[in-house]
């Protein structure tokens, strides 16, 4: 199956500090999402990109698929990004393999 | 318009027994998917529903099953439990089965098997 590495795997920020997540994936893929898991456990769904470039206030997310990586950018963080995000990929459906996730810790 | 609904959010069961737990997908969305999440195994996928139908399936036994309503509500059932089956289990919805638009995920059911 499909392998999902994302890094770091821990990150600690000071509030407003500029961050780029990582996702590399095995294989191609049609289906590329990155989630927000909030410290109560609920994952938000932040992008849906199989390639290109996006951006949602603050956050923002690129994916080269040629080369099976994707890279979500977070500017200006807030105490409320904190928290756990993935990477999900697939190529079939909504059958999705998830990445272990990088742990974000900003810092007031 | 509401979000994903699972049902209950809190569990607890002893070995040997069985589990039904619920999902109520956003109206309008047809496909439904269930996950787990441990900590040593991270988030994985246990099958995914639409019209009815069981469209894919993870790596997990039989013990593990799952059906989808004709309201596309669904339920997954976990029968003989065991210690390990003891996890967050996310329940998620999509308008299609195509993999072409975000998946939304409930709250989840954590389940805690004694």
């Known amino acids: 199956g499909i392998q999902v590495e994302q890094s770091p795997p821990d990150l600690i920020l000071q509030e407003g500090a500029n961050s780029t997540l990582r996702c590399n994936f095995s294989?191609?893929?049609?289906?590329l999402q990155w989630f927000h898991q909030n410290p109560w456990g609920q994952l938000i769904n932040l992008f849906y990109?199989?390639?290109g470039t996006k951006q949602n206030g603050r956050l923002s997310a690129t994916t080269v698929a040629t080369e099976r990586y994707s890279l979500l950018y977070i500017s200006s963080s807030q105490t409320t990004d904190s928290g756990v995000y993935f990477c999900?990929?697939?190529?079939?459906?909504?059958?999705?393999?998830f990445g272990g996730g990088t742990r974000l810790m900003v810092k007031p | 318009k509401a979000g994903v609904t699972q049902t209950p959010r809190y569990l607890i069961k002893t070995r040997g027994q069985q589990v039904t737990l619920s999902c109520s997908p956003i109206?309008?969305?047809?496909?439904v998917s269930w996950y787990q999440q441990t900590p040593g195994q991270g988030l994985q996928f246990l099958f995914e529903?639409?019209?009815?139908?069981?469209?894919n399936k993870g790596n997990f036994p039989g013990r593990f099953s799952g059906r989808q309503f004709s309201n596309s509500r669904s339920e997954m059932n976990v029968s003989t439990l065991e210690l390990g089956d003891s996890a967050l289990y996310l329940c998620?919805?999509?308008?299609?089965?195509?993999?072409?638009?975000?998946?939304?995920f409930g709250s989840g059911t954590q389940l805690s098997v004694l």
């Open positions: 998620a919805s999509s308008l299609s089965s195509g993999g072409y638009e975000k998946l939304f």
């Open positions: 294989d191609s893929v049609n289906n």
């Open positions: 990109i199989p390639s």
């Open positions: 999900a990929v697939g190529n079939a459906g909504n059958m999705l393999t």
């Open positions: 109206s309008g969305h047809r496909s």
């Open positions: 529903y639409f019209s009815e139908t069981q469209r």
